[in-house]
């Protein structure tokens, strides 16, 4: 997960912009009432959209479990620095022996700043598309990564082990991104690849999923987000409001899961630049659906981009819950033919 520099300040700008003008108005007709944050005022509840629960649609197609003693092994593995060319060359040779193991064919995405890696495994319907599974491999200076993004690493690639074999409409894709914490680059040189996305109906990012708190203010939110709770022990889903049945497909309870704070943004975050900060915000520029699976980063974890981002710092329960929930979303995504682009409400139907 990235700290917010650079294009965030020009978000942070136009936000300005956006309340100086209405402040203006304000002043110029003092009884008029100021209109909300579009954030403020967004239904996380997105049964109220009406819009069909895609894991419905899949009957007879059981989402596969964990295995927590593997994706230990894999953050156990690739903990420790990579930030250098080096550190990052180790990390992507662990993970081209794993996709290998696992009957992938792995290629690589090289490009100035690094190099992605990347796998296919075509769908049984060629007109059904496919889904992008990602996360980023590399790390800041100075910290070992296991939570930032060993974590989102490990569950990429157990869904490659899990869902490479089997046969689905859709066909899985996965990509591990090189770059993220220096400015996106590995994800958006992938996302301006047509070749590698023009088939696309939705990509999935894994950033930090490996850390929860349990204390009462343990868990704080950007200025314009809605609390969900003030424990840290959820999974939050951050998705593009054009594509709900994409977000929509990480709800959901199951035994052992953490609950889901389910966040549709408007205007691909322009107004919370917080909610732009990792490999999911390219391919929203590309018009492409995306939705951002997290812990919410330095808003719950303290060691942050820290040298303590150590194995032993994580949650494992919590861990492995948020993985299975990304393999639960991830098998009903690739066994749907459904749209996951939002219909748009018939005119007769009331707003809420
Ligand atoms: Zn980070």
């Not at 770059?179 to 894994?206: C, H, K, N, W, Y």
Request: aromatic share 8%.
């Amino acid at each position: 997960m990235q700290k917010i520099i650079g294009f965030g300040f020009l978000v942070v700008l136009v936000a300005v912009l956006v309340a100086v003008a209405g402040w203006q108005r304000g002043i110029s007709s003092p009884m008029v009432t100021p209109e909300p944050s579009p954030l403020v005022t967004l239904e996380p509840d997105l049964k109220k959209h009406n819009i069909p629960v895609v894991a419905a649609q899949i009957e007879g197609i059981e989402a596969p479990r964990v295995e927590p003693m593997r994706l230990m092994a894999d953050v156990a593995a690739l903990a420790g620095e990579r930030y250098e060319e080096e550190e990052r060359q180790l990390a992507r040779k662990y993970i081209i022996s794993q996709l290998r193991s696992a009957g992938w064919e792995p290629q690589q995405q090289e490009f100035e700043e690094g190099m992605n890696i990347y796998a296919d495994r075509p769908g049984a319907d060629p007109q059904a598309g496919a889904i992008l599974v990602g996360a980023h491999y590399d790390t800041v200076a100075l910290s070992p990564g296991a939570d930032d993004n060993a974590t989102g690493v490990a569950a990429v690639l157990e869904i490659a082990r899990l869902l490479g074999k089997q046969e689905t409409a859709r066909g899985l894709r996965v990509a591990f991104f090189d770059s993220e914490e220096v400015g996106l680059f590995g994800s958006m040189e992938f996302a301006a690849t047509p070749e590698l996305t023009q088939d696309l109906r939705g990509v999935i990012i894994a950033d930090m999923l490996g850390y929860a708190c349990h204390t009462a203010g343990c868990q704080s939110y950007p200025v314009g987000i809605p609390a969900f709770s003030d424990k840290g022990d959820f999974l939050a889903a951050i998705g593009d409001t054009e594509h709900l049945p994409l977000l929509q497909a990480f709800q959901g309870e199951f035994p052992g899961t953490p609950p889901v704070f389910s966040l549709p943004v408007p205007f691909k975050g322009m107004l919370a630049p917080d909610t732009m900060r990792s490999d999911h915000a390219p391919f929203w520029y590309q018009n492409m659906g995306a939705v951002l699976l997290t812990d919410t980063a330095n808003f719950r974890n303290p060691h942050y981009h820290e040298p303590t981002d150590i194995t032993t710092s994580l949650d494992r329960p919590f861990f492995f819950g948020a993985v299975q929930l990304m393999v639960n979303g991830t098998t009903a995504l690739l066994g749907s033919t459904e749209s996951l682009v939002t219909p748009e409400l018939p005119p007769t139907m009331p707003v809420n």
